[in-house]
């Protein structure tokens, strides 16, 4: 039997829109018992401005672009000035793996590295999903891997998984800013499924800026003796996005 990947890369680029206002500008402060917000401002005007020699684009009004965070919330005030920003980038090479002809019980593992740059913005979050278990145009399917056992692996918890009598399919991370339950060797996770109305899971993420930060995915998938033969495929697609 053979197993073909396609992987699918979306980026979102961290934007923003200006607003400008004309007239009296009011400031104020807001809070509760849970939270309070300080600097409130207006900008008053944005804008780009270009001549023979010069090109300019500015931001006028706020006061302070501020990190404000607590217990269970982050509040970024102000405008990030996405002119100064350097190139957000992130890539997954390879972009297509192939698992080759599979036999029962002899798991196979391949690797694929992604690499997320987000220069002058704070942050970054990267996600994962599929869009369905590895399926064949008729309708035969590879489960996703639930590990070894006792303790079962889901989208959201990695365990592990090292008997050649596990079954499906899964996948480990390993870089800086991935889960902590990846931690351990041969702990595996299965992917979300957008067809299972599954939310795609947080794969890497940190609050710092000027990073480049690189991480090593493990797909692995293992067969039993009454697996369909057939090319099984599906499309995993990672989801990177700039900004806390």
């Known amino acids: 039997m053979r197993v073909l990947y396609i ?4 980026l979102f680029i961290f934007c923003f829109t200006s607003f400008g206002f004309i007239g009296k500008v009011l400031a104020q402060e807001m809070k509760s018992q849970n939270f309070k ?9 944005s804008g780009n401005k ?22 269970g919330y982050l509040i970024q005030s102000g405008y990030l000035n996405g002119a100064m920003g350097e190139v957000f980038s ?17 798991p196979v593992e391949k690797t694929i590295k992604l ?5 002058n913005v704070p942050g970054y979050t990267v ?13 035969a399917e590879i489960v ?4 070894d056992g006792p303790a079962v692996c889901s989208a959201a918890a990695a365990a592990a998984w090292v008997k050649n009598t596990s079954y499906g399919f899964g996948y480990r991370i390993v870089g800086k ?25 947080t794969v890497m993420q940190t609050q710092a800026k000027k990073v480049t930060d690189q991480a090593t995915v493990t797909l692995k998938v293992n067969v039993g003796p009454n697996q369909p033969v057939g090319q099984y495929r599906n499309t995993v697609s990672f989801t990177a996005m700039a900004g806390i």
Request: aromatic share 12%; with cysteine; hydrophobic share 40%.
């Open 90 to 106: 992130f890539s997954v090479i390879p972009v297509a793996v192939d698992f080759g002809d599979l036999s029962p019980n002899t």
């Open 50 to 71: 270009a001549s023979t020699n010069f090109k300019l684009s500015d931001v006028v009004g706020q006061t302070a672009a501020v990190l404000f965070s607590s217990k």
């Open 37 to 45: 917000i300080q600097q409130g401002n207006f900008n008053i005007t």
């Open 177 to 201: 800013t991935v889960p902590a339950d990846f931690a351990k060797e041969g702990f595996f996770r299965p992917f979300p499924a957008i067809r299972r109305n599954e939310q795609p899971m």
């Open 7 to 10: 992987f699918r890369i979306f």
């Open 115 to 119: 690499t997320i740059s987000n220069g």
């Open 144 to 147: 996703d891997t639930v590990c």
């Open 127 to 139: 996600k994962v999903s599929a869009n369905q278990p590895l399926s064949t145009s008729v309708g």
